[in-house]
């Protein structure tokens, strides 16, 4: 089935009739579509209307019921994700390897919250958007190699496209398949994680089934979003088939169940939040998901227990700094994630504050504040991302570039 995709302004301009409410000519309209809302969201999602809510704040919530309600995967959101998810490094690159004391007593006791630039004026990323950008364009040769991919052909191109990206670490690339590769400025080294250069040099691919090492680190959930943003546009494709596809895209080099599982939770979040889910309900929505895709895993339930503590601590009352540490450091996936559910469900209206939080701490700030970015702007979408985290962002065009490519053109049904 040819899903229906709509334009953000056939959206909005459905919200503007119920925002209108005087209007006794579009009073019936009206009704039928909150009765439409009605009977297919809000058991679901316990979503209250007409509470008192300021205007902009109904017209928000509106906006992602609708989507949830129309099966919408809207333009703004896939552009959020990438971007968000690269801003989030961005800021987060600079303070990886700095302790939480050294972050608080350099930048004031709101942490890290603007880019510091390079010389060039930049604000870099590092190998997280790099590795995404591959992904991305991995699924995207996928659609273009076999016109209507299989889940394996996805994760072989992903394969090939991490190949790429390990060319462009260890001596350039030199094919000519116009490729991102071909880019010179992706054919820098900026901190590259030792699990993913070593899996990729071996020359073999790891998978579930035959798992390449023991490593449970968070080089594979840091790098998966676009997995989301290509299986949520495709109605041919489950939450719980996009979730197994990010565990096989992780699992390529990380053979930890740790390393894999909690790639499949993001990626059944993002999935979700992309098919307007709220936060809370994206999060519990793919704690059900990896439960029920690894029945009996020890590290599934360790990884549920996080998110659960996650989601408890962003309720709690408790600081930032003692939330997260408690979290964990970010450096092993199950932390990554936990971390990142943490700062976006307490701050997911502002996009600032959950990215400032999401990398000021000791542990691995940029893979934090990747996945919390995209997660984020998943969330809010592109235009509710402050442009101070859009200007001067490195690659910001061929982030825009793959986005386009994601949202446009890998719209296929089985
Ligand atoms: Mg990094």
């Keep these: 089935m040819e899903r229906k995709f709509w334009t953000d302004d056939e959206i909005r301009s459905l919200i503007d009739v119920v925002f209108r409410e005087s209007d006794d000519d579009n009073g019936e309209k009206k009704q039928d579509i909150m009765s439409y809302i009605s009977s297919r969201i809000l058991p679901v999602d316990n979503v209250k209307f007409n509470v008192g809510n300021a205007p902009e704040e109904r017209r928000k919530l509106y906006f992602h019921v609708f989507k949830r309600c129309l099966g ?57 958007t790099q590795m995404t950008l591959f992904t991305a364009e991995g699924l995207w040769y996928a659609r273009e190699n076999f016109g209507n991919p299989s889940l394996q052909n996805y994760i072989d191109e992903i394969y090939n ?20 590769a071909e880019d010179e400025r992706l ?17 073999k691919m790891g998978s579930i089934e035959e798992p390449i090492n023991t490593s449970k680190g968070c080089g594979g959930i840091m790098r998966a979003a676009p997995i989301a943003i290509v299986m949520a546009q495709n109605d041919g494709y489950s939450m719980e088939e996009a979730a197994y596809l990010g565990a096989q895209s992780a699992a390529i080099t990380h053979g930890n169940q740790l390393g894999y599982i909690p790639t499949a939770a993001f990626v059944a979040i993002i999935y979700s939040l992309l098919r307007g889910n709220t936060p809370v309900g994206a999060v519990l929505a793919a704690k059900d998901v990896i439960l029920k895709i690894f029945p009996d ?44 559910i943490y700062s976006f469900v307490k701050y997911s209206g502002d996009f ?25 702007g998943a969330y809010v979408g592109i235009n509710a991302i402050p442009d101070e985290f859009k200007k001067n962002l490195e690659l910001y065009d061929v982030l825009e570039n793959m986005s386009e490519k994601l949202f446009y053109d890998v719209k296929l049904s089985r």
């Design 72 to 128: 919408y995967v809207d333009k703004g959101s896939v552009f959020g994700c990438l971007i968000g998810g690269a801003a989030g490094d961005a800021l987060g690159y600079p303070v990886e390897f700095v302790s939480t004391g050294e972050i608080f007593a350099k930048y004031g006791k709101d942490g890290v919250a603007s880019y510091r630039l390079s010389s060039g004026e930049k604000a870099l990323i590092s190998d997280d």
């Design 352 to 376: 600032k504050k959950a990215l400032s939080v999401a990398v000021s701490h000791g542990g691995d700030s940029d893979s934090t504040g990747a996945v919390t970015g995209n997660m984020i």
């Design 297 to 340: 895993s020890k590290a599934a339930m360790t990884t549920a227990e996080l998110m659960d503590k996650a989601l408890y601590c962003a309720k709690a009352d408790i600081s930032d700094i003692d939330a997260v540490s408690s979290l964990g450091e970010g450096w092993v996936a199950e932390e990554t994630l936990a971390i990142a």
């Design 161 to 180: 496209a991490y190949k790429r990206w390990y060319s462009t670490q260890t001596g350039g690339y030199n094919g000519n398949e116009n490729t991102i």
């Design 187 to 203: 054919n820098v080294r900026r901190a590259p994680g030792g699990t993913c250069l070593s899996a990729l040099g071996s020359g």
